[in-house]
């Protein structure tokens, strides 16, 4: 029997999901707890207390796996 007219639910309860598939606007991001925030780049330690975030493409893997049936 193929696949024809397969239907099917995909959920995820995942607090950052809808930021995965609907992707995000450019925002600032500073930190909540501490002085600075700390991360890499390039090798290089970075302190900082604002990143200009670029933004992120939505991805909605979820309906993609659906519609391939895995």
């Not at 500073?30 to 991805?59: M, S």
Request: some cysteine; hydrophobic content about 35%.
């Amino acid at each position: 029997m193929g696949r024809k007219g397969l239907e099917g639910v995909v959920a995820c309860d995942h607090p950052a999901v809808g930021y995965v598939l609907n992707g995000t606007r450019p925002h600032l991001i500073r930190p909540r707890r501490a002085k600075a925030l700390h991360f890499y780049v390039d090798g290089t330690e970075v302190f900082t207390r604002l990143v200009r975030h670029p933004g992120t493409r939505p991805n909605n893997f979820m309906a993609r796996a659906l519609r391939l049936g895995r």
